[in-house]
């Protein structure tokens, strides 16, 4: 890396004077999450250290056991986006109803999170994520209404996630492509290591609890024996690889390609992950690296939440092996030419 590289900073100025519409509050919001990931990053880093591995003892509002570090992050996350004074509502995984935020401007932003993403490698020193996607308002008051909240993915503005790994990464697309900042943890600033990121439109691995085969859907099944078939010339069998957390299975795809799904299951009849805070700023950030996210056919980004909790199947990463697992879950199979 160069001895000069770009800070986090940096880069949103030279992006703001490039680009209209991240000038100004779409930079604050950058630059709040920033600090926000490096705050989140502290806390796990040391949290075997001061307590605050386990669980709280509570189930969130999804049903899931919470752990001490979901109830830090949200809180975390929920403080960071209040005092910037651009953001009048937060829907989070963490959170039963919409939180309304006491704005001192005009609130112009709605902010969806997962904001420990991953919770059940929290104790093993696994890979965790924070997940985020904003919504500009139309309106310039502090009451957000809840379908100023559900809304497709389309009309994200800004979306992205952190990924607390061997290092912090933070990813973010605003609409011009994906950039992705690792933290130098000495120097304590994000430098700009991955500038547009695109997915390969093909991979070698797919990502998804195969502990739940024989409950998918049959074309799902079927997709699996195909993509584990020995035959060179289309590069199989692909490897399996999973981690347990979304963010740093989708992060591997984004960078080497492959796929990840999970789709609905016995245990989880609309499948497990959630559409607002999950599958949609994760789906704007594949598009915009090149690759894909789709529900059972369907795109992502164009899927109307019709609750902040929605939950829905999810294919995503590379353009051709989301297609190609669409084609089997329609029953069609595999093209001649593959
Ligand atoms: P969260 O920790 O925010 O509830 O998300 C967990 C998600 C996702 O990160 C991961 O890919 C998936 O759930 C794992 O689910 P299984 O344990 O059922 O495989
Ligand atoms: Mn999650
Ligand atoms: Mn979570």
Redesign the pocket.
């Known amino acids: 890396m160069s001895p000069f590289p770009v800070t986090l900073s940096r880069h949103i100025l030279e992006e703001g004077q490039r680009r209209a519409d991240i000038a100004g509050e779409l930079s604050t919001l950058i630059a709040q999450l920033g600090f926000t990931a490096k705050t989140l990053a502290r806390e796990m880093r040391r949290a075997a250290l001061i307590g605050e591995l386990g669980l709280v003892g509570e189930k969130n509002a999804t049903g ?1 056991a919470q752990k001490k570090l979901d109830v830090y992050s949200n809180e975390t996350v929920v403080d960071a986006f209040s005092a910037t004074g651009l953001v009048a509502a937060i829907a989070s ?1 963490e959170l039963e109803e919409i939180q309304h935020i006491k704005c001192k401007g005009e609130g112009r932003y709605v902010l969806c999170t ?1 904001p ?5 490698n929290t104790d093993i020193n696994g890979a965790l ?1 924070t997940i985020f996607g904003f919504y500009r308002r139309k309106k310039r008051d502090c009451d957000a209404t809840p379908d100023e909240v559900l809304r497709p993915g389309s009309e994200l503005v800004l979306a992205g996630y952190v990924l607390y790994s061997t290092s912090t990464m933070l990813v973010y697309t605003a609409g011009h492509g994906v950039h992705g900042f690792t933290l130098d943890a000495d120097i304590g600033e994000f430098l700009l290591s991955h500038r547009d990121m695109r997915c390969p439109k093909r991979g070698k691995s797919f990502s998804a ?1 195969v502990g739940h085969v024989r409950d998918w859907p049959q074309g799902i099944q079927d997709y699996v024996g195909y993509v584990t078939q020995i035959d060179k010339a289309s590069g199989r069998p692909y490897s399996h690889r ?1 981690s ?4 740093g ?1 989708v992060h591997r795809i984004l960078l080497e390609g492959g796929i990840y799904f ?1 789709p609905q299951d016995s245990g989880h009849k609309d499948g ?2 959630r559409l607002v805070y ?1 599958c949609a700023p994760l789906g704007f950030v594949a598009e915009q690296a090149g690759g894909s996210a789709t529900s059972n056919g369907e795109r992502v980004m164009d899927l109307a939440p019709k609750a902040v909790h929605h939950r829905c199947p999810l294919a995503i990463g590379s353009a051709e092996d989301v297609a190609l697992f669409d084609r089997f879950i329609a029953g069609k199979g595999a093209p001649p030419s593959d």
């Open positions: 899931d995984e997962d420990l993403d991953g919770s059940s994520g609890n999973y347990g957390a979304l963010v299975d999970y497990k992950l999950e």
